[in-house]
């Protein structure tokens, strides 16, 4: 079978498209064969092996895993002798290491059924990017129904989940992204669209009980202008370079500040949950979340769709199809 691998941490160009051996599962795994997976930041992250301090867990010089890819969806083609809830054949989406595979195995603890009225790509699109959105706002943010939401980077692959997420849970939601992206943020649910390139929001009076930042191209005292006195400012994105810390910088700031301001300000990294997968399959079944993909890439353009996924510009999810 075919799957991308590195050996080497650095740009695009150590990804390579290789024939390896088909996987076996374990006991408690399936063979899944993917029909897509989904970008994310992560992934290039891993692939750079930036910020230098993840290296701690990933590989100091080089990657302990070379597989890539995380988000994935497919048919179960056989099972570990321990699986209880599922069957061949079945279709499912979930969470493992190297998605980016014609098969993979997964663990049956990260994994659940694909809703009918989805497709595989859209799928496959959910769950990182959906966690991230689902326990940035509900269990960072403590967001109830009524509450004014604002989500900085809307249209983004977390954001357009946050739009739909937020508006699920009652909130009324403003989202805030560029021109060419207002009318799509406002057909996803969002009560109010702001074009940061025609309007300086943050002068503005509004304030808000939450603010979800999925980008992070301003700084914490803006932020804090706009947050009511016992707001709550959760930081899942930054557009920190440094090799060091990176995007780690700016939240660890905003949780020294946090000390000295009667706001809340939160910093935190999505984890896998079977318990959001079966949320998120309950969201999707029921029409009230929809996954926004921008591009679709084959195994073979691996390379090219994390090129466009780190110039920061996709709609929604990129999307890769084996």
């Known amino acids: 079978m ?10 695009p160009d150590v990804l390579q498209l290789k024939e390896v051996e088909k996987p076996v599962p374990k006991d408690n795994e399936v063979l899944v064969k993917v029909y897509a997976a989904s970008l994310n930041p992560l992934d290039w992250h891993f692939m750079r092996g930036t910020p230098y301090i993840m290296r701690l ?65 859209q799928a496959a699109a959910v769950p990182i990017a959906a966690f991230t959105a689902l326990q940035g706002l509900r269990d960072q943010g403590l967001i109830q ?12 692959g977390v954001g357009t989940f946050a739009v739909q997420i937020a508006k699920s849970l ?16 406002r057909s996803i649910g969002a ?13 503005c009076r509004n304030t808000y009980d939450l603010i979800f930042d999925a980008v992070g191209n301003r700084s914490l005292l803006v932020w804090r202008r706009m947050l009511r006195p016992q707001g709550t400012f959760v930081i899942v994105g930054s557009q920190s370079k440094g090799r060091w810390l990176g995007a780690l910088v700016r939240p660890l700031s905003g949780l020294l500040m946090s000390r000295f301001v009667s706001q809340s300000i939160k910093m935190f990294m999505a984890t896998w949950s079977k318990k959001d997968l079966v949320t998120m399959h309950e969201l999707l079944e029921t029409g009230k979340v ?4 921008d591009r679709y890439y084959n195994l073979s353009e691996v390379t090219e769709a994390i090129r466009y996924l780190e110039e920061g510009h996709a709609q929604g999810k990129v999307i890769i199809t084996c």
């Open 2 to 11: 075919q799957a991308i691998v590195f050996t080497n941490y650095g740009s």
């Open 57 to 121: 867990d990933t590989g100091l010089l080089r990657p302990k895993n070379n597989g890539m890819g995380v988000d994935v969806a497919g048919r179960i083609e056989a099972i570990g002798n321990n699986v209880k809830e599922f069957q061949p054949g079945d279709e499912v989406f979930g969470v493992c290491n190297g998605a980016f595979a014609e098969y993979v195995c997964a663990s049956e603890r990260f994994l659940v059924k694909k809703p009918v009225n989805v497709t595989f790509e």
């Open 145 to 156: 129904p009524g509450q004014k939401v604002l989500i900085n980077g809307a249209a983004g």
């Open 170 to 185: 009652g909130a009324e939601v403003t989202g805030v992204c560029s021109t060419r992206n207002v009318a799509m943020v």
């Open 191 to 203: 009560d109010h669209v702001i074009d940061y390139t025609q309007e300086n929001f943050t002068r």
């Open 290 to 293: 929809t996954p926004v993909i």
